[in-house]
């Protein structure tokens, strides 16, 4: 297994570095330095009282924790959270309540996960035209129909 060294430094006390929650977990989790309480159709910021410096040539993917996005419906706002390797401010989690109900948030709570992955760079080329593909310009839901 690959791993990669991210430094990170604690911005308070209360502040729990991310773990993984078994041994081939892609994502670790991270957990809320505060309490909040979350109404219906509304999103909250919770920090996680850390700061990374994630490795040139990687990015940070905050995602939502499974279960707490299955059994209570809290999830991250902007569904995918992209840390890019020269931010170094605190690691925020936009977490929005789907439900119907208010759902409250305990401090030192798992809130989301964060998954380090390599990306690509794209040079973008304007061109005349595109080569063609037996999907064309079939767009949402072309490809199961019949």
């Known amino acids: ?10 911005l308070c006390d209360d502040a729990v570095v991310p773990t993984y929650g078994t041994e081939f977990s892609a994502g670790a989790d991270l957990y809320s330095v505060s309490e909040a309480t979350i109404m219906p159709g509304e999103t909250a910021f919770l920090g996680t009282g850390i700061a990374t410096a994630i490795p040139e040539g990687l ?3 905050v995602s939502a924790r499974s279960g707490m996005a299955c059994k209570r419906n809290l999830a991250p706002a ?11 401010g ?3 989690v936009a ?11 305990a401090k030192g709570e798992r809130i989301a996960q964060l ?13 005349s035209s595109l080569d063609a593909t037996v999907r064309g310009e079939g767009g949402f839901g072309s490809t199961g129909t019949k």
């Open 1 to 10: 297994m690959n791993k990669v060294n991210v430094k990170m430094i604690k």
């Open 59 to 61: 990015g940070g993917l």
């Open 78 to 88: 902007n569904k995918v959270g992209v840390i890019d390797s020269d931010y170094r």
């Open 90 to 92: 605190e690691i925020k």
């Open 95 to 105: 977490l929005h309540n789907h439900g119907n109900v208010p759902q409250t948030v």
């Open 115 to 127: 998954v380090i992955a390599p990306y690509l760079r794209a040079e973008y080329e304007v061109v």
